[in-house]
């Protein structure tokens, strides 16, 4: 039989796909209709859930079925560390149903499709877009399949001749039916059950195919498509073939060795020279260096050791504008590094052991800044409470310092600016799926709820998702005597009275066991099931 890859191989190109269909082979034939009324059956008027995590093992069981053996993608190790994250997602969604678990579900899931369409492919971007690319010659593909054949007059004549044929039997039929109905009533009884069945499966299919149901249904059948039709997508492999991984020297107009000097009649200084851009390069990266060294020690006096908020000292502002100054500070000092090692000056041998040392001396003070905006982030949550942005703050610091480490790769190793992009690509898709793993609500609330805060956010608790709820009526008790607050539409917090806050709780929990209760399987996340066990228990 043929398989998907050796199949896809006859696919020329995406211009000529609707003079050249490749065949489909017979687990195409069987997938594709199946994965479409699994997608409409699992996924129409449902919220993603479990349904997610059954999709997903289908997708993936029917792509690795149709790999032969011998494919170079089974040696990819991209291949298999987005396999592992799809499947892992899909999981987490199921269990918690959490929007980051359906983000990195969703995204996971086109990425490994691209690694699959392309097994060489290094960049997480680009198999991103090479997954998504697939579904325009999916689609093409579907297209042609829907066409009338040639032979449709043939096809039709036949059908009316064995129509014909089939008149008087059916004639008799309903003769000899109508006779037995009248003869034997326990006959006629079971012929109406029947038909009633019949009846009651025909208005049921016909009360189907509302507009939106089809559009959905074709939906799905557009996205399963684009799953099992593996048509090679090379745009994007292309692209990235022309990146190498270390820094080469070159004799263009970018810092070249050669000295031009300045027309000051057209005001024309050219390009500078290698060693005019060396001096730039090491006086900027110097004076930075002492400006910053300056900020570090009075962060490390000031933060970093025994901090305690004055009175009335404003930590929002410490915290939010003082922590996105100092991360764009960081990412303006990485980006001019990276532009001052882009290209020659990574060779040249009379300065570049002393650039590289004050480089690497900029790039770990900004790893102690890093820190430095860690600390502001742990204060803050020390005294105020967690919160997604918080959370967010330290995912994103986890990709800085790997950032900077990498960044040393390039100042030390000559790597090249794609280099650093698939391996921060890569750290960014770890971070995700780990963020997709997190119970964040339910530890959220716990941290929140501790009795060392005398005020709480509970508006924005209440906004959790319905797996916090349990969390929430176990702490009630906790409430008294403490000074609640809610966020309102001009963005400011109000106070919310103890006996308001718990008819909203109330009310919440009321709405949740009953959406809880009217949801089909498709539906239901482990969290939400666990939740309503303990609601129910409580009453």
Not at 86 to 98: D, E, F, K, Q, W
Not at 156 to 180: D, S
């Amino acid at each position: 039989m043929t398989t998907l890859t050796s199949a896809a191989a006859q696919w020329p190109a995406a211009g000529h796909s609707a003079t050249r269909p490749f065949p489909l082979t017979a687990l195409q034939k069987l997938l594709l209709p199946v994965g479409a009324i699994l997608f409409d059956v699992l996924f129409w008027q449902e919220r993603m859930a479990l349904n997610m995590l059954l999709y997903t093992v289908f997708v993936v069981g029917g792509v690795l079925a149709s790999l032969p053996r011998h494919a170079a993608v089974w040696r990819s190790g991209y291949f298999w560390l987005t396999l592992g994250g799809t499947v892992l997602s899909a999981l987490m969604v199921a269990v918690y149903g959490s929007g980051a678990a359906q983000l990195s579900a969703v995204a996971s899931l086109a990425v490994w499709l691209g690694y699959v369409n392309q097994g060489h492919l290094k960049l997480v971007g680009y198999a991103l877009l090479t997954g998504l690319g697939n579904l325009l010659p999916a689609v093409q593909r579907l297209a042609q399949m829907v066409r009338l054949p040639h032979n449709l007059d043939g096809r039709l004549n036949r059908t009316r001749y064995y129509g014909r044929l089939l008149v008087v039997p059916l004639a008799a039929l309903l003769v000899f039916h109508v006779l037995f109905a009248i003869a034997n009533p326990k006959y006629n009884d079971l012929a109406g059950r029947i038909l009633d069945a019949i009846g009651e499966v025909l208005d049921q299919l016909f009360a189907w195919p509302s507009v939106l149901h089809l559009l959905f249904f074709g939906l799905g059948l557009v996205l399963t498509a684009g799953a099992i039709f593996i048509i090679p997508v090379h745009y994007f492999a292309d692209q990235e073939s022309r990146f190498g991984e270390f820094v080469r020297r070159s004799r263009d107009q970018v810092a070249s060795f050669a000295v031009r000097r300045p027309d000051f009649r057209t005001k024309s200084f050219g390009v500078l020279d290698l060693r005019r851009e060396y001096l730039m390069a090491l006086s900027l990266i110097g004076l930075v260096n002492v400006l910053l060294l300056v900020v570090n020690v009075i962060d490390i006096r000031w933060i970093w050791f025994g901090f305690v908020p004055a009175k009335g000292f404003d930590l929002t502002q410490f915290v939010h504008e003082g922590t996105y100054v100092l991360i764009l500070s960081i990412l303006v000092a990485m980006g001019i590094v990276l532009w001052f090692f882009r290209r020659n000056l990574n060779f040249y041998q009379p300065g570049l052991p002393l650039l590289r040392r004050a480089a690497t001396v900029w790039v770990l003070q900004n790893a102690v800044l890093a820190i430095s905006v860690g600390l502001r982030n742990y204060y803050y949550i020390q005294y105020t409470g967690l919160a997604y942005k918080r959370i967010g703050v330290y995912g994103f610091l986890l990709l800085t310092f790997f950032g900077l480490a990498t960044v040393l790769l390039k100042i030390w190793q000559r790597r090249s600016a794609y280099a650093l992009f698939r391996l921060n690509a890569l750290a960014a898709y770890a971070v995700m799926v780990l963020l997709a793993c997190g119970n964040w609500e339910i530890w959220i609330a716990r941290y929140n709820l501790q009795a060392r805060f005398a005020e709480i956010d509970y508006g924005f608790l209440l906004d959790m998702p319905d797996r916090v709820l349990p969390e929430l009526a176990a702490h009630k008790a906790l409430l008294t005597g403490r000074r609640l607050v809610q966020e309102n539409n001009y963005s400011t917090w109000v106070p919310l009275p103890a006996a308001e806050a718990q008819q909203q709780l109330e009310r919440r929990i009321l709405e949740f066991q009953s959406r809880q209760s009217m949801r089909h399987w498709p539906s239901y996340t482990w969290a939400d099931y666990r939740a309503y066990q303990e609601l129910s228990r409580r009453e």
